[in-house]
């Protein structure tokens, strides 16, 4: 009862995922990221314990195949759930068990997953892929946030949204950005509020472990960014 998109910037090599569900705190099991390796999803009957197996894969070297292959064979429960990688490469792969009856599927291309189950239809999946194309000028967060918005407007999931997250990687082993809303009436509309606060702050926030005299207090950090302008 999810839909995500997960992608590869092929510009920044940032890693993200965009997730929301009907159940609460979707971020805390869902998304699985390793800054410059790749990333896994794992959704529907969700076992938390296959995002770090599939990240210990792709740190070996395993394509997004081969780590989804992997993780099938070793999970009895596999029917149940609904998962997908995307490598270093941007090779992606997907797979959604025999056991869902309501809409459930996934596109997959080059450095992007668009997926979901027990969708009110498939033009949820197709809204993210579609959106995602349609704005290829976005970062990397706008773009999976914006993506995750048009999924919702098509029709989201049954039942509703109740949580959703934002979440990338770049090259440290910090997250670029990583925002969750674990409960609320609309958690989508939510986490862009909040996205739409934190946005001018996330290069300070990530730059400033590095350099904590250059970057100083939050507020000299914006101000001098605006008389850059």
């Not at 296959?50 to 740190?59: H, S």
């Not at 270093?88 to 959604?96: F, L, Q, W």
């Not at 450095?111 to 969708?119: C, I, P, R, S």
Request: glycine share 10%; hydrophobic share 35%; proline share 5%.
């Amino acid at each position: 009862m999810t839909f995500a998109i997960a992608a590869r910037c092929a510009q920044t090599g940032r890693f993200g995922v965009a997730i929301s569900t009907r159940a609460q705190a979707v971020s805390s099991r869902c998304p699985f990221i390793a800054p410059g390796l790749g990333l896994v999803v794992t959704m529907q009957r969700t076992d938390p314990r296959l995002g770090p197996l599939g990240l210990n894969l792709l740190r070996l070297g395993y394509s997004a195949q081969k780590v989804l292959d992997e993780i099938a064979a070793s999970d009895p429960g596999i029917e149940h759930r609904q998962v997908c990688v995307i490598d270093r490469d941007g090779n992606t792969a997907a797979r959604t068990g025999a056991k869902h009856r309501v809409w459930s599927g996934a596109f997959t291309e080059k450095n992007l997953v668009a997926m979901g189950n027990n969708l009110t239809s498939e033009m949820t999946a197709r809204a993210m892929r579609d959106t995602w194309h349609a704005h290829p000028e976005l970062a990397l967060e706008d773009r999976l946030l914006t993506a995750l918005e048009a999924g919702r407007d098509a029709g989201g999931q049954n039942g509703g949204q109740s949580s959703a997250g934002l979440h990338s990687y770049d090259r440290e082993i910090y997250p670029y950005t990583d925002l969750r809303v674990d409960i609320h009436a609309e958690p989508v509309g939510e986490l862009r509020r909040i996205y739409d606060i934190h946005k001018p702050l996330i290069p300070y926030y990530y730059g400033r472990p590095g350099a904590p005299d250059e970057f100083g207090r939050e507020e000299e950090w914006l101000a001098r960014q605006s008389q850059s302008l």
